[in-house]
């Protein structure tokens, strides 16, 4: 391993930094130490319509209960929006990039806040009101961060569905949360092909009476059905609507979004962040990781479907007043510089992407990077899975000219921002590595009977206290909430991640411990794939596992037991690779289907996954021990059958 790989910080960024090494050590020291004075302060970086008295009141005990803030009243609107238009009024908040390389727009804080007051005003006036849900569905135009600040206007929850989830996928994350409205659009792009949003959204919401109303932006003007007293075209709605809308007061606790995630058993699940706490980690996280400056152009190139662009394109810059770029086509369209066309069009000094998009850039040279200016680039941030040392140095190198600094960011969902992370100006950065926490985040490695480990070692990865911007439960049920990430190691956060610390301190995340996968930094649960296969009448059982994937990271790897009678082939095959792209979206596309006369089992029936990742990855050398399958012969066929 790259250990001993030590990039130091080099002095002219030191020298500006936000934060330097010294700095970041006493806030280390003062939010270990003191962190309701340490937080009390940092809440200060957002605006309340009265400031909290109470700082820090959670437990990871018994109930579970999580609560920063709590006498706090706000509207995070106010805090990205209202607060910025005396100072910044004119500034860009939102570059919006098309995928159309001809096409892009610009959204000044004033426009952005006019934009939001009128549909608060128009999902006001069809009856939307403090904690009811609302679905937004969107591709990634303007609308969709209006959408989101316009929820958050009215106390409205969000409930935001990546665009590329297929119906019924949408139409289960509407059904869990009983949302109330859908926001979509006629259709959204993505490497100069369309995605029929609405017409997704009308077959999910056949199944979902909870909507009463949905209002629909018009983006590519291509032909949608609309139904009459439940569909509103987006500008009928809002242009007749007032400019000024008054911010619904939010109690620090009071939820802001529900973001479907995946886990290891089940179907998604809804979590749920609240808004004091999640908008001082958002505003905290991205101007200390990212150095941000004023006047600086911020690009993170995550989906708003994803908690990258909740917190990372929304949230975080707005709150800080940055101009963010908000892009809608892809790295590899219309050619495989597009990404850094698009830094030098838009003098980009902040840039954070996935290293599954990296990876696949590095497969094409150093052409197509070379060919743009990169001057303005300052920072560069990864994010969503672990990023190889071959791709980080890459990214340092071609990309950055070895002049950025790179900030791997560790975080999830549930974690509401970064957690684990260099600060540029103050920690030296090792490739592969996200190095350090962030002040008043500790987290430690415990093995799995939870005894916590010291030094240099291996284990799973828990956090021992809470910071603002956690999950505070699952949406309708704060049992699953408490079991799934409170039961494994009592008393701890576990993230379901494994790492590794180095002697220097050092945390490399090496990857879930559970059975969730990460495709292409998406994250997707076994169980969901599983399910989805198992719906086919053809398919009598179905076992899915990761697989290493060059560009992707990890890829789909299914076994099949097809159901008696039926014929195993490759046009099936094909059926069954549509049909989970249909069940879930395309990010589920398995990579490889085995068929399977029998699954590897114990005596009592349990699927021996251990097996199926190791055949799936091609290491069948060291099995270990089979000997208590029921049938340790179904082996001996699954790798002799092995895909790939
Ligand atoms: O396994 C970790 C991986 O992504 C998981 C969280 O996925 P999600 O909730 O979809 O959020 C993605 C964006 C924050 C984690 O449990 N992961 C995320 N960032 C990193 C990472 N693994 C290694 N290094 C990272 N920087």
New binding site residues.
């Given amino acids: 391993m790259a250990d001993d790989l030590m990039i130091a910080v080099k002095p002219e960024i030191a020298e500006h930094a936000r934060v330097t090494a010294a700095q970041r050590e006493a806030m280390v020291a003062e939010a270990t130490a003191d962190p309701d004075a340490f937080w009390a302060k940092e809440a200060q970086r957002i605006a309340w319509m009265q400031a909290p008295s109470i700082i820090k009141n959670t437990s990871f005990t018994g109930d579970v209960s999580i609560k920063w803030f709590e006498d706090g009243v706000l509207n995070a609107s106010v805090s990205c929006l209202d607060r910025h238009l005396a100072t910044r009024g004119d500034q860009v908040a939102i570059l919006w990039e098309g995928d159309d390389p001809s096409t892009d727009a610009k959204v000044t804080y004033r426009q952005l806040h006019e934009r939001v007051c009128k549909l608060a005003n128009a999902m006001r006036g069809m009856g939307v009101a403090k904690g009811d849900r609302v679905c937004i569905y969107m591709p990634m135009i303007v609308e969709a961060a209006v959408a989101m600040l316009a929820c958050a206007r009215v106390g409205a929850v969000h409930s935001i569905v990546f665009g590329g989830f297929s119906p019924d996928s949408l139409a289960s994350r509407i059904q869990d949360s009983e949302c109330v409205m859908l926001i979509t659009a006629d259709e959204g792009r993505r490497g100069g092909r369309k995605v029929p949003l609405k017409a997704n959204a009308d077959e999910a919401l056949k199944a979902c009476p909870s909507i009463s109303n949905v209002i629909v932006a018009k983006n590519t003007g291509g032909a949608v059905a609309m139904q009459a007293g439940r569909d509103h075209w987006w500008a009928d709605a809002c242009d007749a609507q007032p400019a000024e809308c008054a911010p619904e007061p939010m109690n620090a606790e009071d939820p802001l979004f529900i973001l479907y995630?995946s886990g290891s058993t089940g179907k998604p699940k809804g979590v749920l962040h609240t808004t004091g706490g999640y908008m001082v980690w958002a505003s905290f996280t991205h101007e200390n990781v990212f150095d941000y400056r004023p006047g600086e152009m911020y690009w993170c190139t995550a989906d708003v479907g994803?908690?990258?662009g909740h917190t990372y394109i929304v949230y975080g810059p707005l709150a800080n007043g940055a101009t963010t770029l908000m892009f809608e086509g892809v790295p590899s369209w219309p050619d495989n510089g597009r990404f850094w066309q698009v830094v030098a069009k838009h003098k980009v000094n902040i840039f954070y992407t996935a290293p599954t998009a990296i990876r696949a850039l590095m497969r094409d040279g150093e052409g197509p990077v070379k060919k743009h200016d990169r001057s303005s680039l300052r920072i560069l941030g990864?994010?969503?899975?672990?990023?190889n040392p071959e791709a980080w140095l890459w990214y340092y190198r071609v990309v950055g000219d070895e002049r950025c600094p790179i900030v791997?960011?560790?975080?999830?969902?549930?974690t509401g921002g970064i957690l684990i992370s260099p600060l540029p100006g103050a920690v030296g950065q090792k490739p592969g590595s996200?190095t350090l926490p962030l002040p008043g985040v500790l987290p430690a490695l415990v093995d799995n009977e939870g005894t916590l480990l010291e030094g240099a070692t291996e284990g799973n990865l828990v956090i021992l206290d809470s910071w603002p911007g956690q999950m505070r439960t699952v949406y309708g049920d704060h049992e699953r909430f408490i079991q799934t990430y409170f039961s494994t190691f009592p008393g701890k956060y576990f993230?379901?991640?494994g790492a590794r610390r180095d002697a220097d301190g050092y945390w490399w995340?090496t990857?879930?411990v559970d059975d969730v996968i990460?495709v292409a930094?998406?994250?997707m649960g076994t169980a969901e794939v599983e399910s989805a296969l198992v719906a086919h009448a053809s398919v009598a059982e179905a076992a899915v596992v990761g697989m290493p994937h060059d560009i992707k990271g990890q890829g789909i790897y299914a076994y099949v037991t097809l159901i008696a009678g039926v014929e195993p082939t490759d046009a099936l095959r094909k059926e069954l690779v549509a049909w989970v792209r249909k069940e879930i979206g395309p990010i589920a596309t398995p990579d490889a289907i085995q068929w399977a006369p029998g699954l590897p089992k114990t005596r009592s029936g349990k699927i021996m996954r251990r097996i199926l990742r190791k055949i799936a990855a091609n290491e069948t050398e060291g099995l270990g021990d089979t000997s208590t399958l029921a049938d340790p012969s179904v082996v001996t066929d699954l790798i002799d059958n092995r895909v790939g």
């Fill in positions: 995630t994803w908690v990258t990864s994010v969503g899975e672990p990023i791997d960011t560790w975080w999830q969902t549930e996200a993230t379901g991640d995340i990857g879930r990460n930094g998406h994250r």
